[in-house]
């Protein structure tokens, strides 16, 4: 998946069907909305709750949609600053997982 090519898909249809983007407070609403969706979905098939057959994928995709909504309308490149968290990411905890004792 290429961020950069889906903030602009998303912006796309934003501008073609969606009229215009919600504000950012709204937006976020919406993400945490997102979420909580996620987390029930794994919550009853993971947990100990009985499940109605949603789709996991299609939640993920909502939140995915939403981020990108919220990096376009705050001037974020997303693929910039994923790219730059996973460099971090690799430097900081190239060695933590592999030394968790938890983990092993």
């Known amino acids: 998946m290429n961020l950069k090519n889906s903030q602009l898909d998303v912006d796309t249809w934003i501008k073609e069907h969606g009229v215009r983007y919600f504000n950012e407070l709204t937006n976020m609403a919406q993400l945490t909305e997102e979420v909580g969706e996620v987390a029930r979905i794994i919550a009853r098939r993971y947990g100990e709750q ?3 057959n949603k ?3 299609e939640e993920l995709a909502d939140v995915v949609f939403v ?3 919220l990096a376009n309308q705050t001037g974020i490149d997303l693929q910039a600053a ?3 968290k996973m460099d971090m ?3 900081r905890d ?3 997982h592999k030394n968790n004792e938890k983990l092993k």
């Open 50 to 52: 009985s499940e109605k």
């Open 55 to 57: 789709d996991l994928g």
């Open 67 to 69: 981020v990108l909504c």
């Open 82 to 84: 994923f790219d730059k």
């Open 89 to 91: 990411k690799s430097i």
């Open 94 to 96: 190239k060695d933590r």
